[in-house]
């Protein structure tokens, strides 16, 4: 069976890793899949499986609403006579072009966020409508249970509600033990990912002397972060932002709006508790004063606080990093990938 993902980058994001993690399994078990994206987007060496090909589409550009036109326009020839997993609003128009273009295509819908939630006021009014139309599928496999609530409040007919989780090489991988940074912080440029807070608690954190360690993707973010004397690196693999991980004590995360948020969830994976702003997917596995500590909207002094008391207290950091390591002993995405696998080849 040929199997197709068309994406917007090959990136080490979140959701992306999910979605190689998938491909893999769907190569072990004899399917030929092929990796689309648009042209100048790789920005990470994924280990392969070997029945797994890459191809880049379209115009190398750096506009990012370009590189989209030109990978939707060039990537529909691509898609015939192959079984396609669509895993964004603007991936998903192409998938169903082709769907209804060829006979021996066909596809599933993997929906990772609520999208249109994702942009500020003026670009969510106007993706709102085409991110709406997707859900209108019945092709649609939701990457958790918030999300399927939240499908469900657009009266949409989930054929599948997965439980997201982590690659098991974050459990398999050996442990580093010298803790250089006291917080680890994923820096990235969208919207709701809310980098104004942290540059609102930077100031605080330097005063009480917590050591930060961004990690990122964005260059030009790199370039503004060092600026502020702050600690960012770009890991080149999965095993780098392991070891990254373990250099650190605790995960920050500043978002406002997230579908699952798999960072946290792989930090608690090396024994990383989290301190957040309360942002919706991390409720499937952050429990406030357990694993996690859970701040309001824009509580800052929460933040700061939540983040002293870890540091400070050697007693309630190993308690709430032994919570956190079994919290994610439950999202083992090894346990969900048969099923999904089974879905994905059998649909």
């Known amino acids: 069976m040929r199997i197709t993902f068309p994406l917007l980058g090959l990136t080490q994001h979140g959701g992306t890793r999910v979605l190689v993690q998938i491909a893999n399994k769907l190569a ?18 994924y280990k392969l499986n070997s029945n797994i090909e890459k191809e880049e589409i379209g115009f190398k550009t750096n506009i990012k609403v370009l590189s989209w036109l ?37 596809y599933l819908y993997i929906v990772q966020d609520i999208e249109f939630k994702a942009y500020n006021k003026n670009i969510s009014y106007c993706v709102r409508p085409f991110a709406l139309l997707t859900y209108k599928s019945k ?26 989780g982590i690659d098991s090489i974050f459990f398999n991988a050996s442990q580093s033990v010298e803790k250089d940074f006291d917080v680890i912080y994923f820096a990235r440029h969208e919207k709701y990912k809310r980098i104004d807070r942290f540059f609102h608690l930077l100031p605080y954190l330097n005063d009480n ?28 693999d999965q095993i780098d932002l392991i070891k990254l991980i373990d250099s650190s004590k605790i995960s920050l995360l500043t978002s406002d709006h997230e579908g699952f948020s798999l960072p946290p969830l792989e930090c608690m ?22 694993n996690a500590f859970v701040a309001e909207p824009d ?47 059998n649909s």
Not at 327 to 338: Q, Y
Request: with cysteine; hydrophobic share 35%; charged share 20%.
């Open 28 to 45: 072990e078990y004899g399917c030929k899949v092929t990796l689309l994206y648009p042209k100048g987007t790789e920005k990470c060496d």
């Open 209 to 236: 002397n917590i050591k930060v360690l961004c990690i990122t993707q964005n260059l030009h973010l790199k370039d503004e972060l060092e600026k502020l004397n702050v600690n960012v690196l770009i890991p080149k």
């Open 139 to 164: 092709k649609i496999i939701a990457a958790n249970n918030y999300l399927k609530n939240e499908l469900d409040k657009f009266g949409c007919d989930v054929l599948y509600s997965m439980n997201l």
């Open 299 to 345: 509580d800052s002094e929460y933040v700061i606080s939540s983040l002293k008391m870890l540091l400070e207290s050697k007693e309630l950091y190993s308690q709430m990093s032994k919570n956190a390591y079994e919290t994610s002993l439950e999202f083992n995405f090894d346990k969900e990938l048969d099923k999904l696998t089974n879905l994905i080849v």
């Open 269 to 290: 994976s090396r024994g990383l508790p989290s301190v957040m702003y309360e942002c919706g997917g991390p409720s499937n596995y952050v429990i406030d004063g357990y």
């Open 70 to 106: 030109s990978f939707i326009f060039f990537v529909i020839p691509k898609l015939k006579g192959t079984k396609i997993i669509a895993n964004q609003f603007v991936t998903f128009y192409p998938t169903y072009i082709a769907s209804l273009l060829f006979k021996s295509s066909s």
